[in-house]
């Protein structure tokens, strides 16, 4: 069973930074998409960012395109989202997702997936 356990999310000013970490572990394909989506209160799902395995393709949402950073550690089964120059509509619970049925990729960018971590509050305010 596939399990993401997202850690790292907490308070910050406008313009500022967060590292967001999501231990991963039960894959049992090395295909599959692995990102954020995030929710904030009153607004629908979007994805932020996803890494395609197969061919280590990476997208992200045009509004945090050049301000937040997806990677991947394979050796310590963990995907980051480094956050930099956060605004205040950044504000919502980040969830790490994954999907394995190989759906499109703008699929997951409109916040669709099949596993989800319990998600991490991030609240960007002065």
């Known amino acids: 069973q596939v399990q993401l356990v997202e850690s790292g999310g907490g308070l910050v000013q406008p313009g500022g930074s967060l590292r967001l970490s999501c231990a991963t572990s039960?894959?049992?394909?090395?295909?599959?998409?692995i990102g954020w989506i995030r929710q904030a209160p009153g607004k629908e799902r979007e994805g932020v960012s996803v890494?395609?395995?197969?061919?280590?393709?990476?997208y992200y949402q045009p509004s945090v395109k050049g301000r937040f950073t997806i990677s991947r550690d394979n050796a310590n089964n963990t995907v980051y989202l480094q956050m930099n120059s956060l605004k205040p509509e950044d504000t919502a619970v980040y969830h790490c997702?994954?999907?394995?049925?190989?759906?499109?990729?703008?699929?997951?960018?409109?916040?669709?997936?099949?596993?989800w971590g319990q998600g991490t509050q991030v609240t960007v305010s002065s």
């Open positions: 997702a994954a999907d394995l049925t190989g759906r499109p990729t703008i699929a997951f960018m409109r916040g669709t997936s099949d596993f």
């Open positions: 039960g894959f049992t394909s090395d295909y599959y998409a």
């Open positions: 890494i395609v395995t197969a061919d280590n393709s990476i």
